[in-house]
Every structure is written in structure tokens, then in C-alpha cells.
């Protein structure tokens, strides 16, 4: 009997933390060197978290210059995983120019955010977050077919909204 109450008790216990899964989040490029001034904001596209790559962004055509670079995003319960699965190249060089992950939350979703070395072949040395954002800038570094980046993320318990 107290076998089963125990079984229960962990049952019914919420569990720690959270996960992305489920969550819905808008995916993002931008280029700029002050951020109300941006060179480059793409077009967002909006997704909820699930099996398999959300993202596979290719190029939408130039604005001042600038382009976006193919890249395939897969978002995983605590983990994100970027490649580039077309094309060779270099990021533009500026203060900002990478990717913004906008999931639909009002608390702070990211309680911790690294980069896994294990996964990871860019040199990746800026990535924060705030609220419900994630901003990983990869601001001149190289890109191409063996290029990867992954992200362990520690979720915060916020509700889906």
C-alpha cells in the first residue's frame, strides 16, 4: 500500500523545470549594429515545437546587401540545433547578425543557455536571452555543410501559452 500511495505521490508531483515542446515560437535572422536601426530583419516564420526540424530557412532575396543564409533548425524539449545544409560563406560582420527565437510566453522561459562543444563546430561566444527570447549571434564566423550549432537550454516551468 505505501508502495502505491509513494508511486502516486510521484505522479502527481509536477516535474522540475519545463521543455519547449509544444510551445509555439516565431524564428527570426537579423543584422544590425544598433538595434533600432536593423540592416536586415527577415520574414519570421511561426511554428509549434515537435518532431523533426522546424526550420528550413533558405534565402528570401537581398535588402542593403544582405541575404539570409540557408540554415535548418531542430528544437528538441532542452535543446536547439542549427546547420547549414547548402552553401559555403562567412555571417556579415556586425555587432548583431544572427538568429532571434521569439516563443510565446511572458515569464523568463531560459533559466540557462550553452553551447555544447560536443555538438558544435562554429566558435559561437554570444548567445543570451530575454524573456522569452533567445539571441544567438554569429556575427562573422564561417558557415557551410560541416558548420553546426547546438544549445543546451534549462527551461523555466512557464505555461504554455
Same mark, same amino acid.
Given at each position: 500500500?505505501?508502495?502505491?500511495?509513494?508511486?502516486?505521490? /510521484?505522479? %502527481?508531483?509536477? $516535474? %522540475?523545470?519545463?521543455?519547449?515542446?509544444?510551445?509555439?515560437? *516565431?524564428? @527570426?535572422? !537579423?543584422?544590425?549594429?544598433?538595434?533600432?536601426?536593423?540592416? /536586415?530583419?527577415?520574414?519570421?516564420? *511561426?511554428? *509549434?515545437?515537435?518532431?523533426?526540424?522546424?526550420?528550413?530557412?533558405?534565402?528570401?532575396?537581398?535588402?542593403?546587401?544582405?541575404? &539570409?543564409?540557408?540554415? $535548418?533548425?531542430?528544437?528538441?524539449?532542452?535543446?536547439? !540545433?542549427?546547420?547549414?545544409?547548402?552553401?559555403?560563406?562567412?555571417?556579415?560582420?556586425?555587432?548583431? @547578425?544572427?538568429?532571434?527565437?521569439?516563443?510565446? *510566453?511572458?515569464? $523568463?522561459?531560459?533559466?540557462?543557455? %550553452? &553551447?555544447?562543444?560536443?555538438?558544435?563546430?562554429?566558435?559561437?561566444?554570444?548567445?543570451? %536571452?530575454?524573456?522569452?527570447?533567445?539571441?544567438? @549571434?554569429?556575427?562573422?564566423?564561417?558557415?557551410?555543410?560541416?558548420?553546426?550549432?547546438?544549445?543546451? &537550454?534549462?527551461?523555466?516551468?512557464?505555461? /504554455?501559452?
Amino acid at each position: 500500500m505505501i508502495r502505491w500511495l509513494l508511486l502516486a505521490a /510521484l505522479l %502527481a508531483a509536477p $516535474a %522540475a523545470g519545463g521543455a519547449l515542446d509544444g510551445r509555439l515560437v *516565431t524564428f @527570426n535572422v !537579423e543584422t544590425w549594429d544598433l538595434r533600432e536601426t536593423p540592416l /536586415l530583419v527577415a520574414r519570421g516564420r *511561426t511554428v *509549434t515545437v515537435g518532431q523533426g526540424t522546424e526550420f528550413g530557412l533558405g534565402p528570401e532575396g537581398f535588402t542593403g546587401g544582405l541575404d &539570409v543564409v540557408p540554415v $535548418a533548425v531542430e528544437i528538441g524539449p532542452t535543446r536547439i !540545433e542549427l546547420s547549414y545544409p547548402k552553401g559555403i560563406g562567412r555571417f556579415y560582420g556586425a555587432r548583431f @547578425n544572427g538568429y532571434v527565437l521569439r516563443f510565446e *510566453t511572458d515569464c $523568463a522561459l531560459f533559466e540557462k543557455v %550553452a &553551447v555544447d562543444p560536443a555538438g558544435t563546430t562554429m566558435k559561437v561566444t554570444e548567445v543570451w %536571452a530575454e524573456t522569452g527570447a533567445l539571441y544567438i @549571434n554569429v556575427s562573422g564566423l564561417g558557415y557551410g555543410p560541416e558548420a553546426t550549432l547546438a544549445l543546451d &537550454v534549462e527551461v523555466a516551468d512557464c505555461p /504554455l501559452s
